[in-house]
C-alpha cells in the first residue's frame, strides 16, 4: 500500500494563530592561516560540573506503526540494531485509539500490514535489545481490553512490557474543536479522560503492580495548551494532572515545532527545555504528594518539515538532547517509516520526497519521482545514530554552549573517563572555526577522534582531526567530538555522583538540599554549585549530606548540583540537577493574585489583584513583575492598569481611579491583560510593589 495515504497519522495539527563508519586514518592538519580568518569563529564552552541528568536506557526511542509491512523484517532489525535504538513505540500514533491487539484490526476501518501484530512486533524489540512502549486503546478500547494485554504481554509471554500509554492525543478527539483522535466515549473533556484512565490504571495495575502508566498532556506553548472550554473550571493539564496523578508514572508530550521555513524549524527546538519545565511546574503543583516522582516522555517528534533531509537530521540531534538534558526519559521518533509526500527542495540543494520516516520506503509519486530504494536511511537515521557516540545509557549529560544562535552544542562525560561534544551547526552556507572552553574537565593534547554527519553523507565520518580546543565544522553539519582526559585532570575517577538530591523546606530565602552519600572512596566534604548557563558558582560546601542554602532570592528558580571532593580536592561526577523556585515572604504587607484564566497556545488572560496588607495606606502604587520566560509578553491588549515592558520585565501602574490601596487589605485593585507567547508561559514567580516583594498566591 502507498504510505503517503497515511502520511502524518500521529501528528497533530498545529492550530494555534546497512550503516558503516568510514574511518579516515591519517591525522588531519590545521587550516591554513589565511583560510582560518575566513572562517567565522564560535565559542563553546562546557562546564563539566554542571550536571544535567544521566541517560536512561530508554532514551533513544522510536515508533513503529502497523500500516508498516517492513516493520519486522531482518532488514528492519538490522538497521535499527545499528542505529542504537533502545525504545519502541506500538501500534503507530493515532492508530493507537482504533488498535484491538487481539484481532490486530482498527476501529473505523483503518489499514493494517500483515506481520505487524503484536507478538510479531515484540520479536522485533527483543532482536533489537530494545524496550516496549505501548498505547493502550482509550479512543474505543475499555480498560478490560488494556488488562488483557497486561496479562498477555507480561503474564502469559513473559515480555516485561513496562511503559502503557493510556491513548494518544485525546484531546484532538473534538473537545476543543479540532477532531482527529478516534474517541467513541459519550463524554470528551479532561475530567472524563482523567477519571477514565483512573479505571484503567487499576485494571492494569492489578494484573501488574510494575508497570508504569502514561496520561496524555498538552504541550506548553501549543494548542490546546491553557485552552479552557465552556463549563471547564481548568484547562487540560490541571484537570487532568488534579484528578490522574496519584495513579500514573508518567506524562506524554509531542512535540513538532512550528514552521514556515527550515531554519524556523531548527531554532524552535530551543524553545522545548522551556515547554518541559513548565509541565514538570505544572505536575509537580497538580499531580499531588507524587509529581516529584512522575516523568515525562516524548512520544513523538520530527522536524515536520523536510524531515528526510539533513533538516530532519540536525533537528534530531539537537532535539534529542535538548530533551534528555531536562528530564525526559524517552524521546521516540515519528516514525521508522512513513510515506513519501510533497516533493521540495532543502537549503543544501537536496531533494526532499515529504517522507517523515526514518528509512525510505521506496515510493513514486504520480510526476514519476521516486524516492531511493526500499530502507535506504535518510539523514535522521544517522543523526539518531551519532547520538550514541555521543553518550551511552549511564553517561552524564553535561552543560554546554556556544556565542552563536547556529551552532547548538551537547556534550557528557562518558563512562570509561572521556569526555564527548556534540556541535550541530545550522547554518547552510558558512564552515565554522570553533574554539572550545572547559570548565571542570582538563583534555589532554592528543588529537581527538572526530565523527562527522556532513549535508548528504550516507555514513558517519570518523577522522583523527584538530585539538581539543579548537576545530573547523562544516556547513549544515553534525560534529561529535570524543577527549580523553589529561594526566592532571582534576576529576576523582573512583568516586560516585551523590545520588538523588531533594530540595525541602524552601521559603523565600533558604532551601535545604539533601543527597545519598558518595561511594568509592573517601569523601572529604561535598560541594553544592549553582547553575548560570554554562557558568556555575560554588553556593557552599557540607561535611554531610545536607546543605541549607542562604540568602536567597525571593521568586527565584535555582538549579543545583552536589559532587564529592576526595582527599586530593578532586570533584566526583556532577549530581543530576535539583531545581526549585523560592517562595514569597508569607507576612509582607502586600499580596498578589495571579490569576491565568485561558489561553490558545499562541497566548493567554491573565489576571492581577493587588491588596495593600500593611498598615499604612498607599496612595500611587507601582507593581513590578518578569516573566520567567523569554517566549511571553504583555500585548497592546490590557484593562484598568497602565503597563509598560521592557522585554521579560514589566511595569504596571494605575489608570486613574485605582490609586489608592487601603490600609489592612480594605480594597483590592484588579486589572489585567493579554498575553502573547511564542512558546512556554510560566507564570511570574514574584511581584513588588512600590519595591516591596509581596506574597504572592496562583488562582489558577
Not at 515480555?159 to 459519550?186: P, Q
Not at 577522534?449 to 555514513?459: D, H, I, K, N, P
Request: hydrophobic fraction near 35%.
Amino acid at each position: 500500500m502507498d504510505l503517503s495515504l497515511l502520511r502524518g497519522l500521529g501528528r497533530r495539527p498545529r492550530l494555534a494563530a546497512g550503516v558503516a563508519v568510514a574511518l579516515v586514518g591519517a591525522v588531519l592538519t590545521t587550516p591554513p592561516t589565511a583560510a582560518r580568518a575566513a572562517t567565522p569563529t564560535v565559542n563553546v564552552t562546557v562546564n563539566a560540573r554542571e550536571g544535567l541528568g544521566t541517560v536512561p536506557g530508554t532514551a533513544y526511542g522510536l515508533n513503529q506503526a502497523v500500516w508498516d509491512g517492513n516493520m519486522n523484517t531482518p532488514a528492519s532489525v538490522d538497521l535499527l540494531g545499528k542505529a542504537g535504538v533502545q525504545m519502541m513505540r506500538y501500534p503507530g500514533g493515532s492508530y493507537g485509539d482504533g488498535f484491538h491487539w487481539k484481532t490486530t484490526t482498527v476501529s473505523g476501518g483503518g489499514w493494517v500490514a500483515p506481520g505487524t501484530d503484536f507478538d510479531s512486533f515484540m520479536g522485533t524489540v527483543k532482536a533489537v535489545g530494545a524496550q516496549a512502549i505501548l498505547i493502550a486503546n482509550y479512543g474505543s478500547g475499555t480498560p478490560q481490553e488494556a488488562a488483557d494485554w497486561v496479562k498477555y504481554a507480561n503474564v502469559t509471554k513473559g515480555y516485561g512490557v513496562t511503559y502503557w500509554e493510556i491513548g494518544n492525543e485525546i484531546f484532538g478527539n473534538g473537545y476543543y474543536g479540532a477532531d482527529w483522535e478516534l474517541d467513541y466515549h459519550d463524554s470528551k473533556g479532561p475530567a472524563a479522560y482523567a477519571n477514565n484512565l483512573v479505571q484503567y490504571a487499576q485494571a492494569m495495575k492489578a494484573v501488574d503492580p510494575t508497570i508504569k502508566i502514561g496520561a496524555v498532556v498538552t504541550d506548553p506553548g501549543n494548542w490546546p495548551d491553557g485552552v479552557v472550554a465552556t463549563g471547564d473550571s481548568a484547562a487540560w493539564n490541571q484537570t487532568v494532572l488534579s484528578i490522574a496523578g496519584p495513579y500514573i508514572d508518567f506524562v506524554i508530550v509531542h512535540y513538532y515545532p512550528n514552521h514556515t521555513t527550515a531554519a524556523d524549524v531548527l531554532q524552535q527546538v530551543r524553545l522545548l527545555p522551556g515547554e518541559l519545565a513548565q509541565v514538570r511546574q505544572q505536575i509537580n503543583r497538580y499531580a499531588g504528594p507524587k509529581g516529584p516522582d512522575i516523568g515525562i516522555a516524548v512520544t513523538e517528534t520530527a522536524s515536520n518539515y523536510q524531515s528526510d533531509t539533513q533538516v530532519g537530521g540536525l533537528f534530531t540531534a539537537d532535539v534529542y538532547f535538548a530533551a534528555l538534558e531536562n528530564g525526559v526519559f524517552t524521546v521516540d521518533y515519528w516514525d521508522t517509516r512513513n510515506g513519501m509526500g510533497d516533493v521540495s527542495t532543502a537549503p543544501d540543494g537536496s531533494t526532499s520526497y515529504g517522507d517523515g520516516g526514518l528509512l525510505s520506503s521506496g515510493n513514486c509519486n504520480g510526476d514519476g519521482v521516486c524516492e531511493p530504494p526500499l530502507n535506504t536511511p535518510f539523514a535522521p537515521y544517522y543523526a539518531l545514530q551519532m547520538l550514541s557516540r555521543v553518550a551511552m545509557p549511564g553517561d552524564t549529560l553535561v552543560r554546554a554552549g556556544s556565542d552563536n544562535g547556529l551552532v547548538s552544542v551537547h556534550a557528557a562525560r562518558n563512562a570509561d573517563g572521556g569526555l564527548s561534544v556534540e556541535m550541530v551547526n545550522q547554518d547552510p552556507a558558512n564552515a565554522y572555526s570553533v574554539h572550545l572552553g572547559y570548565d571542570g574537565w582538563t583534555p589532554s593534547g592528543a588529537t581527538p577522534t572526530v565523527y562527522t554527519l556532513g549535508s548528504g553523507y550516507t555514513s558517519i565520518a570518523a577522522s583523527k582531526q584538530g585539538t581539543a580546543s579548537t576545530q573547523v565544522i562544516p556547513p549544515y553539519s553534525i560534529v561529535t567530538l570524543k577527549l580523553r582526559p589529561s594526566a592532571t585532570n582534576p576529576v576523582s575517577i573512583t568516586l560516585a555522583a551523590p545520588g538523588s538530591p531533594t530540595a525541602s523546606d524552601v521559603t523565600a530565602d533558604t532551601a535545604r538540599i539533601s543527597w545519598q552519600p558518595s561511594t568509592g572512596g573517601d569523601v572529604t566534604r561535598y560541594a553544592v554549585y549553582q547553575q548560570f548557563g554554562t557558568n556555575s558558582v560554588l553556593l557552599g560546601e557540607s561535611t554531610s549530606t545536607s546543605f541549607t542554602a542562604r540568602n536567597l532570592v525571593p521568586g527565584t528558580a535555582y538549579t543545583l548540583n552536589v559532587l564529592a571532593t576526595d582527599q586530593k580536592g578532586y570533584l566526583s561526577m556532577p549530581s543530576k540537577p535539583v531545581t526549585f523556585i523560592t517562595g514569597t515572604p508569607r507576612n509582607s504587607t502586600c499580596a498578589v493574585t495571579y490569576d491565568l484564566a485561558t489561553g490558545w497556545g499562541s497566548g493567554f488572560v491573565a489576571n492581577i489583584s493587588v491588596t495593600n496588607t500593611g498598615t499604612t495606606p498607599i496612595t500611587g502604587w507601582t507593581l513590578a513583575f518578569s516573566f520567567p520566560a523569554t517566549t511571553e509578553s504583555v500585548s497592546d491588549s490590557t484593562w484598568n492598569a497602565t503597563f509598560a515592558g521592557d522585554g521579560q520585565h514589566v511595569v504596571v501602574t494605575p489608570a486613574g481611579s485605582n490609586t489608592y490601596l487601603a490600609a489592612n487589605g480594605g480594597n483590592t485593585v484588579s486589572f489585567g491583560f493579554v498575553g502573547n507567547q511564542t512558546g512556554a508561559n510560566p507564570p511570574p514567580a514574584s511581584f513588588t510593589l512600590n519595591g516591596t516583594v509581596c506574597t504572592t498566591t496562583y488562582s489558577s
